[in-house]
């Protein structure tokens, strides 16, 4: 699964890499180390433009964890960060989205954890490890959108929440020594129908996602990183890694 993640690409520079314009509510969006659920991410997506009737892409700030559009109040939303690949066409919190409100949530890594035993004078606890592309990119983490309106909101306030939740999928290369699931990434030349609400077929939807996404390098990080207080980059600075049988050693 993906439960925390990176996020430092400002919006701006967001909406210049992949083309997009960029809602001012996004814009208020601070650089995250330690993005949690129900956090405001930012997120790419595209809509028709009621005015022009243009399909316009754009960087916007979702609630994260979806909340279907059916729900009887938020909540829910805490408990559907993901969605697994395997099924979100069938489910029912998350076919519809799945076929028309289909989103990028860009992010730099994101944060696994393997437990480790007790041993003389420790208890166990749970060892967080950050996975990234060896090159520094973003990685393009496919995603799906949902609008809840409150009926109860008074009349002077936005009724609508918009949230979000990652796609996963089953775990390869580094990644699956950490964790049997991972996020679905998207490849570059995926991005363009990914996002198209025109394409809605189910099936060419999941043909989409099945470009290798590439190995991720590991890196055992501190725990302060469980703390969903705890924020900057020194949570990505290496430590000794604690489960070098697992991780066979290949971390940067």
Request: net charge negative; proline share 9%.
């Amino acid at each position: 699964m993906c439960g925390r993640f990176v996020s430092t690409t400002t919006p701006p520079d967001l909406a210049e890499l992949l083309r997009a314009s960029l809602w001012p509510a996004a814009e208020a969006l601070a650089p995250s180390w330690n993005v949690a659920p129900t956090d405001e991410v930012a997120s790419v997506l595209e809509r028709v433009d009621r005015e022009t009737g243009e399909l316009v892409r754009q960087v916007r700030s979702l609630r994260w964890g979806l909340v279907p559009s059916w729900s009887k109040d938020p909540g829910s939303g805490a408990r559907m960060i993901n969605a697994r690949v395997e099924t979100a066409a069938e489910k029912p919190a998350f076919r519809k989205a799945f076929k028309e409100r289909r989103c990028v949530i860009p992010a730099d890594g994101y944060y696994e954890w393997r437990p480790v035993p007790a041993a003389e004078g420790r208890k166990g606890y749970k060892q967080p490890y950050y996975l990234h592309r060896p090159d520094g990119g973003l990685l393009l983490m496919a995603g799906l959108y949902e609008f809840w309106r409150d009926r109860s909101a008074p009349e002077d306030a936005d009724p609508w929440l918009v949230t979000c939740t990652v796609l996963t999928t089953e775990a390869t290369d580094a990644a699956g020594r950490i964790h049997d699931r991972m996020p679905v990434t998207l490849a570059d030349d995926a991005l363009d129908a990914w996002l198209d609400p025109s394409v809605t077929d189910p099936a060419e939807v999941r043909d989409l996602l099945y470009a290798p996404a590439g190995d991720l390098l590991v890196r055992p990080v501190a725990t302060a990183v469980n703390s969903v207080r705890n924020d900057g980059p020194q949570l990505l600075e290496a430590v000794a890694d604690p489960l070098p049988e697992v991780t066979g050693g290949h971390y940067t």
